[in-house]
């Protein structure tokens, strides 16, 4: 099993560990409310150095970069981020990432730590007639996401960049906690505001005490995997795996707005994608909420008032701001308006719940 | 981890308190660990007559689900109502107010075949 530059800190702190994606990581610490809640209300850390960083260089890395997304990353500026996805060819979809744009000559890829391997050599496939040089740098690098809305106060310390003046979903390359090359990135997957750091595994249990020390006074509090899901799922976004993966198009998904079909630009599975947004699709991913008591999970059945299977739950949770059970599953189109009502079958009854926009909060 | 000497126990984590012929039970100071925040603990077998290892209930965490199992066999003669309204008594006192059901026990001897603590330890720590 693979550990991060932060493994030893985890235990030292007593977190519950677990095997994800390959790697030894937290899942609990004081607790999943108790993080959640923390992360809502004011500010806590998770290690996400399982993720996976590629490097995208050269003269044809936006040729490269803008054939494998579905996004359009040819209008980035340098110091800008996109999230998006990379169609597989058939519709589906071979993982979720963040697209950070340094130079039309430099991009870094920032993907899920269980597709790593798979979305290098897809990547390294594409690239065969284009070109652009690659490189994985995952292995070498840390990543902390520092979440809630106290968080821009404790990173403030610990540098001499304005955060303020880094507007969501952009990114500097700075110096902090005394760490030269640090990417600050006004960046996350919480919706509670905050920032997602990126530097070198050598330096990272230094930034680790940096942050907690600054952190002290604002109650900060280390997070774990559990939480990350929680915290997600109240804002409906997507976790590759559960609610996105081969087989599930980012239409279907709801994620249209980041299927860009402009300006003629040529990318995989655009005649697919845009068939589908033109003609609709069977299914959609939707968000519901139960009305009676209970917890949706990972592959429930959804069904209809006469007991016909409908669609599944690709996530569910108790969210902990709600205090109810939401979740989110493919149901057929017919059932996807906002306000059909829908059931959840758990353990033979079937509870009441009903499609909502998303996010859940 | 605390694992009271005067209870009995399950390979399931759940703990028995003998009181006269009937058997008071509830999840470990281990199991409520490992399920972590309890959001509501669901029993619908109250005056049921079950056997020894069928199901009287579910605990669902926030992060996971888990059935509550017979320890022996017998009536499910009364649930813990104080937890519909707090479940989270599981989480902070397991072998006291976050006590699950009482049986009427059917048959004592089924009681013998618990594990005492020692055996329990050993078993979790294993």
């Not at chain 1, 409310?33 to 260089?57: L, N």
């Not at chain 1, 520092?146 to 990173?155: D, N, T």
């Not at chain 1, 996350?188 to 930034?207: I, P, R, S």
């Not at chain 2, 999840?27 to 069928?54: H, S, Y």
Request: aromatic share 10%; net charge negative; glycine share 10%.
């Amino acid at each position: 099993m693979k550990t991060t530059a932060f493994n030893k800190i985890h235990k030292s702190l007593g977190a519950k560990m677990v095997e994800f994606a390959g790697y030894e990581m937290p899942i609990e610490y004081s607790g999943i409310k108790d993080e959640h809640m923390t992360v809502r209300e004011g500010v806590g850390v998770f290690d996400v150095s399982h993720m996976g960083e590629i490097w995208v260089k050269g003269p044809k890395a936006l040729d490269l970069v803008a054939m494998i997304n579905s996004n359009d990353p040819r209008h980035l500026a340098p110091g800008q981020a996109q999230y998006s996805c990379m169609p597989n060819g058939k519709g589906g979809i071979v993982d979720d990432l963040l697209v950070y744009c340094y130079s039309s000559e430099k991009y870094l890829l920032v993907v899920n730590a269980s597709n790593i391997e798979k979305d290098w050599n897809w990547i390294v496939q594409q690239n065969e007639e284009i070109g652009a040089e690659l490189e994985n740098a995952s292995d070498s690098m840390s990543q902390l996401a520092i979440q809630g809305p106290r968080a821009i106060a404790v990173l403030q310390k610990l540098t001499d960049v304005n955060l303020s003046e880094i507007k969501f979903y952009t990114f500097t390359v700075d110096r902090f906690a005394g760490v030269d090359n640090v990417i600050i990135s006004a960046t996350g997957y919480t919706g509670a505001g905050g920032f997602e750091l990126y530097f070198n595994n050598d330096t990272a249990e230094h930034v680790w005490y940096a942050i907690f020390d600054a952190g002290k006074e604002l109650g900060i509090k280390p997070i774990g995997l559990a939480a990350r899901d929680t915290l997600r799922l109240e804002m409906g976004y997507c976790l590759y795996g559960n609610d996105i993966d081969d087989t599930t198009s980012p239409i279907e998904a709801g994620l249209g707005w980041i299927t860009k079909f402009n300006n003629g630009r040529e990318f995989i599975d655009r005649e697919l994608l845009t068939m589908q947004k033109n003609e609709g699709v069977t299914r959609r991913l939707r968000g519901f909420k139960l009305r009676g008591r209970g917890i949706p999970r990972h592959g429930y059945e959804l069904v209809n008032a006469e007991d016909s299977v409908i669609g599944h739950v690709t996530s569910g949770t108790m969210s902990p701001v709600l205090n109810e059970g939401i979740g989110m599953g493919y149901v057929a189109k017919e059932y996807s308006a906002f306000g059909t009502e829908i059931f959840v079958k758990i353990r033979n009854k079937n509870i009441p719940a009903e499609i909502v926009k998303l996010p859940f909060i | 981890m605390n694992i009271p000497a005067d209870l009995k126990y399950t390979e399931d984590h759940e703990w028995v308190r003998v009181e006269g012929d009937v058997a008071v039970v509830g999840i470990t100071d281990f199991a409520q660990g490992e399920l972590g925040d309890i959001v509501f603990v669901e029993i619908e077998t109250e005056g049921e007559e079950l056997d020894k290892g069928e199901t009287f209930g579910t605990v669902e965490a926030v992060k996971t689900v888990s059935d509550l199992f017979m320890p022996v066999g017998g009536e499910v003669a009364e649930f813990n109502e104080a937890l519909a309204d707090d479940p989270e008594l599981v989480n902070k006192d397991p072998y006291g107010e976050g006590w699950m059901i009482k049986i009427k026990v059917a048959d004592a001897a089924e009681l013998g075949e618990l594990m005492d603590a020692d055996a329990y330890k050993a078993m979790i720590e294993a």
